[in-house]
């Protein structure tokens, strides 16, 4: 048998498994994730997970949406093929505004969109959470805690014992 | 209102439901493999309505913008009509779904998702119109700034290049909302299907979405943050397309009013169509539990006050052009209240201004059959409104010489028929096919349910 990548453990509702992150954490778990059919408040602190770099990614999409913008429309309207209506400027930024503002909010929303899920690892066809086959209940009722055993901690005890220390439902080995 | 002080509100969840239960109920609407025989029968009657689209765009094609009863004083007929009232419909979706959400109003949850899908399909619906009305279709592309050979770029000052980037904006935006808070209940649907095509199809559709708390928290982010891009966008889009009347100096298009009449009409007949698509829904699937009359009771209210804004436009609408005293603008608007559209103009008024009075009375907020009624003279209402706007003004401009009438043929009639079939069939295929309540808010609903208390 190869390695495994980790332990889990499964529980009824989102206070247990919240208690028992914390505990893990307490203990000095690091590597380590909660899997849930909703966010539950507070595990993502639990987990040490406190600040998230998708509002800047999103930042950086409005401000380049914005920047595209003005430059497309100086760009096309201004220096490679001036058009002279009714005698205004050129460069007339009133009138660049509304394509600005819609590129803004197009690219933002694509950075958050993408940014989201690049950060995410997503798309990821396979993990081996999803060797166990009761863990289909993490998308509908039930709540997980994994402990990798990559974790420095559990080379020196056993996640597992651990685990069954938490009064789970059920505990599992899991097959990288 | 008076209804504050009403005894007990619906529950926007009816009590008794647990995470299981929620899961179970609402996934089993599309994998149960269960078909309503209404569904079928409504999907073999939009399906006709498709085939007459395909047969009224081929013959388009053939002939050219002949076909339908535009002329040169009227050239926008039928089809801005419709573009601009299918549009409009889709800001309510984006309006529940997030501005509702920056609100906190737990209520929008179990709509949410039917209405953003509604959205997009309004949006498709739409964006066929302006495409068929440029007599050449097959030069769409040259609308956007790609490098061509011919050396000439689109013209960034005109209001119909502004149009293009708002409505395709509001296209993709609505989408990436649409599909980012649908990836957990895909991920639920992966798990819960038993075929093995199923499986793969929404596995693929999912991801690999496991529900990791971290993932959760930048999901939570990132779709809280759309929300804020859509709730800037949602203004801005029916703004734009106003702009396309209100920066041309036709007589009846040329004022200041039109952004914001134009907004709040479009969320006022877009919460008629929710009201419209919810009603059959709920009873069809069995969903009473999930959208109860605390949904269709905020709805109505919502098109009242809507309803009432609306009202407010069409006054300072007539009251500008009488107190402005430009006798152009007078009589372009004498014409309106007697002229040729007339009828069409007080039918408007009562189906926007008259009918959603109704809901001051708790009763009729409360009733079905009135509550689908007047969401359909509602619609029927906001798309005599864009008719009036679109071809009254155009077939009253300054000098008596100008002025033409205009009538629709049977392909302007079969074309918006079929529009109105392509919607119904995407919106009929979206609830066979993917999650049409959002199940993570509903557990999210369940499991915050003891501190909610009663509001």
């Known amino acids: ?176 | 209102m008076a209804d504050d002080a009403a005894p007990v509100r619906e529950p926007v969840l009816q009590p008794g439901h647990t995470l299981t239960s929620v899961t179970a109920r609402i996934s089993e609407v599309v994998l149960s493999g269960r078909t309503p025989r209404a569904w079928s029968a409504a999907l073999g009657v939009s399906l006709a309505l498709v085939a007459l689209l395909i047969v009224s765009i081929t013959l388009l094609l053939i002939r050219g913008i002949g076909i339908w009863g535009v002329n040169g004083t009227v050239m926008w007929g039928f089809a801005i009509t419709n573009f601009v009232w299918w549009i409009g419909i889709g800001h309510a979706g984006t309006l529940i779904s997030a501005i509702l959400l920056l609100l906190r109003q737990s209520w929008r949850t179990s709509i949410n998702r039917f209405a953003e899908a509604m959205t997009l399909f309004a949006v498709a619906s739409a964006a066929l119109f302006p495409l068929l009305h440029l007599g050449r279709p097959k030069f769409f592309y040259w609308l956007f700034p790609y490098p061509s050979v011919f050396g000439a770029w689109p013209q960034f000052r005109s209001p119909l290049v502004w149009d293009v980037f708002a409505v395709s904006t509001y296209g993709t935006v609505s989408f990436l909302f649409w599909y980012v808070g649908m990836i957990p209940d895909l991920a639920t649907f992966r798990d819960r299907a038993r075929g093995r095509f199923a499986k793969v199809f929404y596995g693929v559709l999912a991801m690999g979405w496991r529900g990791s708390a971290r993932h959760w928290k930048r999901h939570e982010v990132a779709y809280l943050i759309l929300s804020g891009l859509a709730t800037a966008l949602v203004v801005s889009v029916h703004t734009v397309v106003s702009l396309d009347f209100t920066a041309a100096i036709v007589p009846g298009w040329h004022s200041t009013l039109f952004p914001p009449y134009f907004v709040a009409g479009a969320i006022f007949s877009g919460f008629a169509m929710v009201l419209t698509l919810a009603i059959p829904l709920r009873a069809l699937y069995g969903l009473q539990d999930f959208i109860t009359m605390r949904h269709l009771d905020n709805m109505a209210r919502l098109l009242l006050a809507t309803g009432m804004i609306v009202a407010y436009g069409y006054m300072a609408e007539l009251f500008t052009a009488w107190y402005g005293g430009d006798p152009i603008e007078r009589s372009t608007h004498l014409d309106r209240l007697t002229g040729t559209y007339a009828p069409v103009f007080w039918l408007l008024l009562f189906c926007n201004v008259l009918v959603p009075q109704v809901f001051w009375s708790r009763r009729m907020r409360s009733s079905i059959p009135v509550l689908f009624g007047a969401s359909i003279l509602v619609n029927i209402g906001m798309w005599c409104e864009r008719f009036v706007i679109v071809v009254q003004s155009l077939s009253h401009e300054y000098l008596p010489s100008m002025w033409r009438t205009y009538s629709p043929t049977r392909w302007d009639v079969a074309t918006f028929a079929g529009s109105i079939g392509l919607f119904l069939a995407l919106f009929l295929l979206f609830l066979r096919f993917l999650p049409s309540i959002s199940m993570a808010e509903m557990r999210q609903l369940v499991a915050a349910r003891p501190e909610e208390g009663g509001s």
Request: net charge negative; aromatic share 10%.
């Open chain 1, 1 to 176: 048998m190869t390695a495994p990548f980790g332990y889990m453990a499964e529980f009824r509702t989102p206070e247990e498994v919240l208690a028992a992150t914390r505990k893990a954490r307490e203990r000095g778990y690091r590597r380590m994730d909660v899997y849930s059919p909703f966010p539950v408040e507070g595990v993502a602190e639990a987990l040490g997970f406190e600040r998230t770099s998708v509002p800047a990614t999103v930042l950086v999409g409005g401000l380049l949406g914005a920047a595209g913008g003005y430059v497309l429309q100086v760009g096309l309207n201004a220096v490679d093929y001036p058009l002279n209506v009714g005698g205004r400027p050129l460069n007339s930024l009133p009138a660049w505004i509304p394509i600005m503002y819609e590129l803004t909010i197009l690219i933002a929303s694509l950075f958050a969109v993408l940014g989201m899920l690049a950060l995410n690892g997503l798309p990821m066809p396979y993990h081996p959470v999803f060797n166990v086959p009761e863990f289909a209940r993490a998308s509908a009722d039930r709540f997980f805690l994994a402990i990798e055993a990559a974790d420095p901690l559990a080379r020196l005890e056993n996640p597992r014992e651990f685990l069954d220390g938490l009064r789970p439902e059920r505990t599992w080995v899991l097959e990288p």
